[in-house]
């Protein structure tokens, strides 16, 4: 079993930046995971956000957020970071990250990913 907490959301005015961080502990041995952030705002289905594969060598982000985020891992800390840049009130969501299923070769369904985060609240002030 993995717990995952993420932390760093907060409010931020229109242009501002936050950086979210993601803590895995338990069972886990954290670097053969890949891992992913979603998010879901009021009303709305949880969509991909940012993924990262095992090593960090490769990342990947939804059209709305490249450019402005950028995902990241430390693995001796068991954490998975995202900096978020330029924050638009569209931004505005819970957060959630999330241990990518190593079978997989997709990276942005919710249906690939495993264990999950109670999520950080992210509000975005226009």
């Known amino acids: 079993q993995v717990q995952l907490v993420e932390s760093g959301g907060g409010l931020v005015q229109a242009g501002g930046s936050l950086r979210l961080s993601c803590a895995a502990s338990?069972?886990?041995?954290?670097?053969?995971?890949?891992m992913g952030w979603f998010r879901q705002a009021p009303g709305k289905e949880r969509e991909f956000v940012a993924a990262?594969?095992?090593?960090?060598?490769?990342?990947y982000y939804a059209d709305s957020v490249k450019d402005r985020f950028t995902i990241s891992r430390d693995n001796a800390k068991n954490t998975v970071f995202l900096q978020m840049n330029s924050l638009k009130p569209e931004d505005a969501a819970v957060y959630y990250c999330?241990?990518?299923?190593?079978?997989?070769?997709?990276?942005?369904?919710?249906?690939?990913?495993?264990?999950w985060g109670q999520g950080t609240q992210v509000t975005v002030s226009s």
């Open positions: 999330a241990t990518h299923a190593p079978y997989s070769s997709r990276w942005s369904d919710r249906s690939d990913y495993n264990y």
């Open positions: 338990g069972r886990t041995f954290f670097s053969t995971y890949g």
């Open positions: 990262i594969s095992r090593d960090g060598g490769r990342s």
